[in-house]
């Protein structure tokens, strides 16, 4: 009997803090997602209660009068070409420092894993013109490329962790079939170091669609802005349109994707930041 209470009372302190900050967590998010759909008057009247009816003027207003679908697509551009970009940068990388043999390569690696402790702040100066001089500046593309070789040093630390686990007789048997060393890359390791690649790629891809002071500084256009830097702009105007229901309804525009995506793909990043953890 003491067991059993014991038991009960060690579950208990362990899941009700849980409980309680998912409630913290989660009710912000409802009461967002609530006030999107009331009108200005509603908001001030009944900040806290459900809509009295299902208003969609505000969605509506954020994508015509605040050109929210603009800086959707924007995102969009910027996060898919910097994820890809960090793949194609980061999966050769990390293999030739995994699996050959030259000199330097556990220094080079040694200096990517430090330049994750470097805050990026630091380079954002130098950044700023280098872009303007390459003509890089105020264009998305640009941001994308910055936001690649942000991630490169945190991909490729994670990339060899897959890479050293898999068996090199297995390239042996493929170079024996005729592959060449990039056949090797292309066909055997990268299939088999997909768990590591998805798990990378969904969290890089968070990582620049939420993304907001590199932003500020690179791009100057609105017709440029990503979705965080429209969500700025439509948050400065609220304090004096009283545009609240707008604001709440872009930042719902703003989360949903993010949601989908980790809802869609939270099995396989918890296996791969397991098994990551683990070859590591």
């Given at each position: 009997m003491k067991r059993s209470v014991g038991q009960i009372l060690g579950r208990g302190g362990i899941r009700i803090p849980l409980i309680l900050w998912t409630?913290?967590?989660?009710?912000?998010?409802?009461?967002?997602?609530?006030?999107?759909?009331?009108?200005?008057?509603?908001?001030?009247?009944?900040?806290?209660?459900?809509?009295?009816?299902?208003?969609?003027?505000n969605y509506i207003d954020a994508w015509t009068n605040f050109n929210i679908g603009s800086s959707v697509f924007n995102s969009f551009i910027v996060t898919i070409v910097g994820a890809v970009l960090t793949l194609v940068l980061a999966i050769p990388t990390?293999?030739?420092?995994?699996?050959?043999?030259?000199?330097?390569?556990?220094?080079?690696?040694?200096?990517?894993?430090?330049?994750?402790?470097?805050?990026?702040?630091?380079?954002?100066?130098?950044?700023?013109?280098?872009?303007?001089?390459?003509?890089?500046?105020?264009?998305?593309y640009g941001l994308a490329i910055v936001y690649a070789v942000s991630q490169l040093p945190f991909t490729i630390?994670?990339?060899?962790?897959?890479?050293?686990?898999?068996?090199?007789?297995?390239?042996?048997?493929?170079?024996?079939?005729?592959?060449?060393?990039?056949?090797?890359?292309?066909?055997?390791?990268?299939?088999?170091?997909?768990?590591?690649?998805?798990?990378?790629?969904i969290m890089n891809a968070i990582q620049f669609w939420n993304e907001y002071f590199m932003a500020l500084i690179f791009l100057q256009s609105s017709e440029n802005y990503t979705l965080a830097l429209a969500i700025d702009f439509i948050s400065s105007e609220a304090q004096y349109t009283n545009a609240w229901g707008t604001l709440f309804a872009s930042l719902v525009i703003a989360i949903v994707p993010v949601i989908i995506l980790y809802a869609i793909f939270q099995k396989r990043i918890a296996e791969g930041m397991t098994e990551g953890a683990i070859k590591g």
């Open positions: 409630i913290a967590v989660l009710y912000p998010i409802f009461w967002m997602f609530l006030g999107s759909f009331k009108s200005n008057a509603e908001i001030y009247r009944n900040p806290w209660g459900f809509p009295e009816t299902i208003n969609w003027q990390a293999y030739a420092i995994e699996r050959i043999n030259f000199r330097g390569s556990k220094y080079l690696f040694t200096l990517y894993v430090s330049a994750m402790m470097i805050p990026m702040v630091l380079g954002w100066i130098p950044l700023f013109f280098l872009l303007s001089d390459l003509h890089l500046l105020d264009n998305i630390f994670v990339l060899t962790s897959f890479m050293s686990t898999i068996p090199k007789s297995l390239e042996e048997a493929a170079a024996i079939d005729g592959l060449s060393p990039y056949g090797v890359l292309w066909k055997v390791i990268t299939p088999l170091s997909m768990s590591g690649i998805i798990t990378v790629t």
